[in-house]
């Protein structure tokens, strides 16, 4: 069974950072690529960034040279550091696997969600 459980949102002024985390557990073996989306009120999920299982990075375009994504493996722990945040950031912030290389691992996978609010 994977888990994930988000970290790190919290009430932030424009132009300030936060650092969101995501501690994925069970199946390590499975090599998923991680992403994270964002939801706002009202609006449809939207895709921040993703990390392939080689390193590869990608980011939307309204976060680039904003946001950066990393993983720790040793931690099993997924990073998003934002900053300049700007008020349209505003949303839940999303974890979320790829599919597992292994038939087993099956996914994708979610976690719960954490909040992230910039004032202006």
């Known amino acids: 069974q994977v888990q994930l459980v988000e970290s790190g949102g919290g009430s932030v002024q424009a132009g300030g950072s936060l650092r969101l985390s995501c501690v994925v557990s069970?199946?390590?073996?499975?090599?998923?690529?991680m992403s994270w989306y964002r939801q706002a009120s009202g609006k449809e999920h939207e895709f921040v960034s993703a990390i392939e299982s080689d390193g590869s990075t990608h980011y939307g375009d309204s976060v680039k040279g904003r946001f950066t994504i990393s993983q720790d493996n040793d931690k099993n722990t997924l990073y998003l550091q934002m900053n300049n945040l700007k008020p349209e950031d505003t949303a839940m912030y999303y974890c979320?696997?790829?599919?597992?290389?292994?038939?087993?691992?099956?996914?994708?996978?979610w976690g719960q969600g954490t909040q992230v609010t910039v004032s202006s």
């Open positions: 979320k696997t790829g599919v597992g290389v292994f038939e087993y691992c099956s996914g994708p996978y």
């Open positions: 069970g199946y390590s073996e499975c090599k998923f690529d």
